[in-house]
């Protein structure tokens, strides 16, 4: 009977046993479970609510102004689309170690997915069309178009929880885009400034009503040219002398470009050239294109605009 009992009791134990370790099991699971779904966060896209990780840190960004702003906001991503061959001045420290995909009307799949992405970004006017080939790669969150990067920067920064940071960055260069415009005002006051392109066998000139043009005229206050056109239009070199600022900035479209370089040197070289205002002045200035690419549509890029156009002003005035 004593055996009978002992064994019975061992086997109340081991059966003890067995229901502990599987409650703890359980418990195990379920904490993984848990911890798992922490992870990840639900965030609002182009194609409804998108699950990303909850703190992304492999990021690309499908667009040739989208890499700013996740730069801006402390994000430097992995791989990036490229228009020029180089990265601007101001991002070459930071993206030493991004992947440059160029620039075309379909994703580098291949590329992106080198790049090992745990969260994709893309414009969703651009990248529709291919967003299950990216869902794919990674979780993808399409963003609408915006007129104002503001609100860009502001789309990526709710899908990386950063809407703190996002108005930092904005109000941050809003303060110093002000004290730019008092310096320059006592630089420049009322003389007239005209933002010119020089493209393949043809001048732009740049107003108010394009970004570039904007950041120079509204955002920073210099004056623009009396009845400039109500479109930015493209002019050949013997209608500019129309114009005769008493100051030029002079853009190049792409500084590698051998036919724009051509248009260039034409255009220094021509009598009608040497003989506005702004030339006989010395009051020209010439900005390099991979640097002002994205110029008024980024707040890096017009951040580090604004330390040149005053250096350029300060440097005339002496």
């Known amino acids: 009977?004593?055996?009978?009992?002992?064994?019975?009791?061992?086997?109340?134990?081991?059966?003890?046993?067995?229901?502990?370790?599987?409650?703890?099991?359980?418990?195990?699971?379920?904490?993984?479970?848990?911890?798992?779904?922490?992870?990840?966060?639900?965030?609002?896209?182009?194609?409804?609510?998108?699950?990303?990780?909850?703190?992304?840190?492999?990021?690309?960004?499908?667009?040739?102004?989208?890499?700013?702003?996740?730069?801006?906001?402390?994000?430097?991503?992995?791989?990036?689309?490229?228009?020029?061959?180089?990265?601007?001045?101001?991002?070459?420290?930071?993206?030493?170690?991004?992947?440059?995909?160029?620039?075309?009307?379909?994703?580098?799949?291949?590329?992106?997915?080198?790049?090992?992405?745990?969260?994709?970004?893309?414009?969703?006017w651009w990248a529709g069309k291919d967003y299950d080939q990216l869902s794919g790669i990674a979780p993808t969150v399409l963003l609408p178009e915006r007129q104002d990067w503001r609100d860009e920067l502001k789309d990526i920064a709710a899908v990386l929880d950063k809407k703190e940071a996002a108005e930092k960055v904005i109000q941050e260069l809003e303060d110093y885009e002000a004290k730019a415009k008092l310096k320059l005002d006592e630089l420049v006051g009322n003389e007239t400034v005209l933002y010119v392109r020089v493209m393949q066998n043809s001048l732009v000139l740049n107003g108010d009503q394009v970004d570039r043009g904007k950041f120079i005229h509204t955002t920073l206050g210099l004056e623009m040219i009396p009845n400039f056109p109500e479109q930015s239009p493209s002019i050949s070199l013997e209608k500019l002398p129309e114009y005769n600022p008493d100051h030029l900035i002079i853009q190049l479209n792409k500084e590698d470009n051998a036919e724009i370089k051509q248009t260039y040197e034409d255009m220094l070289a021509s009598p009608l050239w040497k003989n506005m205002n702004a030339v006989k002045k010395n009051q020209v200035i010439t900005m390099g294109d991979k640097d002002w690419f994205n110029v008024g549509m980024s707040p890096m890029a017009n951040r580090y605009a604004v330390d040149v156009v005053l250096e350029a002003f300060e440097g005339k005035s002496k």
Do not use: W
Not at 4 to 25: D, E, H, P, Q, W
Not at 36 to 45: C, G, K, M, P, Q
Not at 59 to 76: C, H, I, N, W
Not at 91 to 103: H, N, R, S
């Open 1 to 124: 009977m004593r055996q009978i009992r002992t064994g019975i009791a061992f086997c109340m134990a081991a059966l003890l046993v067995l229901v502990m370790a599987a409650c703890s099991n359980n418990a195990g699971q379920a904490k993984v479970e848990a911890s798992t779904e922490a992870d990840f966060r639900l965030v609002n896209s182009e194609k409804g609510e998108i699950k990303i990780p909850a703190h992304p840190t492999r990021v690309v960004g499908l667009s040739v102004v989208y890499p700013e702003f996740l730069q801006a906001l402390g994000v430097t991503p992995v791989a990036v689309q490229n228009y020029q061959e180089e990265f601007p001045t101001y991002l070459q420290e930071p993206f030493k170690d991004t992947l440059k995909m160029g620039i075309a009307k379909t994703p580098n799949f291949e590329m992106i997915l080198s790049s090992n992405p745990d969260l994709i970004l893309a414009p969703a």
